[in-house]
């Protein structure tokens, strides 16, 4: 008989249970993997003032950076010893393909934690500006500060990647921070707290809280004492964190939902361009809120492209997503799988034709697991429900338009702003159109191409502020000016506009 792991609770240093536990079962197989200490309000109250002792203490905060930077060195070669078995738990818990996993989910974790530890050396935490010459002779000095208590609220996705993406710069500025995972995906960071425990990372400065997101995650965004909340997920969630956070003027950052307009133009290279558009929109079965969903396709092109794709598309394989050979594995759960076809047979009702959709696997053992195959919808309007709302599935909606003019009219016609693409033989070409794309990234005969160095985030209802890049330090980070007097002369001073000077 095969035993189930428990896991426990990480709060201010020690692991913590709970008296009730949350189950942890496979997409592809429905089968329970783990239980899960759920925490509760107390418990998010603990973990918070356990970050609020640990910040006030100073420990964390008044090392130098090169000396966080080497600590969070240490937590990433600590994990990056246990990749595969990192691998493994991660498409276990939300059944991701076992090569996208490694390459994608753990290793590029890995890589941008490292990122964080070497920023924390090169950042300018203390830099001078301009002279100042009016009305007296002053110096100025920036010094950026840590806010104190960080909260960060992980999703299902990409959970041990998104969670670096706020502890990486939220460590690296001197803060403190307390995660919550999704209830179904906390098994990699938890294992990420393991690996900061063994290296010796303060009490209080890593807390990582489990349990309901209308109960944790709530208590998270209205908590008095927690200075900044960045949280990864929908939109309309991220509406309820913002409004929970406002009570107490907290910092913010949100990354929410995409609807991402994929530009094919009538100059781009077919090929190229049909296997990243698969790409786009099959990374993560769908479940990706950067993926490019919308596929918009010049007219002179189109009926090539689409067969081009479908073509394409046959090849692709799905199944159990530990075998190395499976390209696409399954949804997240019952509930996201019921919500994709309820989406499928929406973009028929409107119109939409079915130019393909994949067979499920034949495999007995995967028979109750959360299986959607990949299906392209043509023939779609941007009008339409299915090429407007967030799908969150193997889903791709094609759109024919006539000039580059059309193509980002229609584009931009969205609430959301996360991502965008443009293939084009001619660079020129494509970056003018990029250009005037809403969207927080747009990538050219590519997708998905996420770069530690750069910024991240979006514009509209697809978040605010960035994570990654330089940027993500200032997020962080609360910028103090410091005013230094030069003149050290006090008849030079400007008092005399309120306060008379005295006379000889």
Known sequence: MTTIPHYQMYVNGRWRDAA?????RSPATDELIATVAQGDLSTVDDAVEAARSAHAAGTWRSMTPGERADILDAIADRLATRTDELTALQVNENGATVRAAGAFLIGYAIAHLKYFASL???????????????????????????????????????????????????????????????????????????????????????????????????????HPDVRKIA??????????????????????????????????????????????????????????CESGTRLLVHESVHDRFVELLVSRARTVVMGDPMNPATDLGPLISAKQKARVEKYVALGQEEGCRLAYQGELPADPALAQGHWVAPTILT??????????????????????????????AIANDSEYGLSAGVWSRDNRRALAIARQLESGTVWINDWHMISAMYPFGGVKQSGLGRELGPDALDEYTEPKFVHVDMTNDRSQRAYAVVVSAPTA
């Open 20 to 24: 009730t536990s949350l189950e942890v």
């Open 120 to 222: 924390a050396r090169s950042y300018g935490f203390e830099t001078t500006g301009p002279l100042i010459e009016a009305p007296t002779l002053a110096a100025g000095l920036l010094v950026r500060e840590p806010i104190g208590v960080c909260a960060g609220i992980v999703p299902w996705n990409f959970p041990l990647l998104l969670a670096v993406w706020k502890l990486g710069p939220a460590l690296a500025a001197g803060n403190t921070i307390v995660l919550k995972p999704d209830d179904q995906t906390p098994l990699t960071l938890l294992e990420l707290a393991r690996a900061a425990d063994e290296v010796g990372l303060p009490p209080g400065v890593l807390n990582v809280v489990t349990g309901p997101g209308p109960v944790v995650g709530a208590r998270l965004a209205e």
């Open 231 to 288: 949280f990864t997920g929908s939109t309309e969630v991220g509406k309820t964190v913002l409004r929970a956070a406002a009570d107490n003027v907290k910092k913010v950052t949100l990354e929410l939902g995409g609807k991402g307009a994929n530009i094919v133009l009538d100059d781009a290279d077919l090929e190229l361009a049909v296997d990243g558009t698969l790409f786009g929109f099959l990374l993560m079965s769908g479940q990706a």
């Open 379 to 408: 023939g779609a309007t941007n009008d339409m429900r299915i090429a407007r709302e967030e799908i969150f599935g193997p889903v791709l909606v094609v759109i024919s338009y006539a000039d580059d003019a059309e193509a980002v």
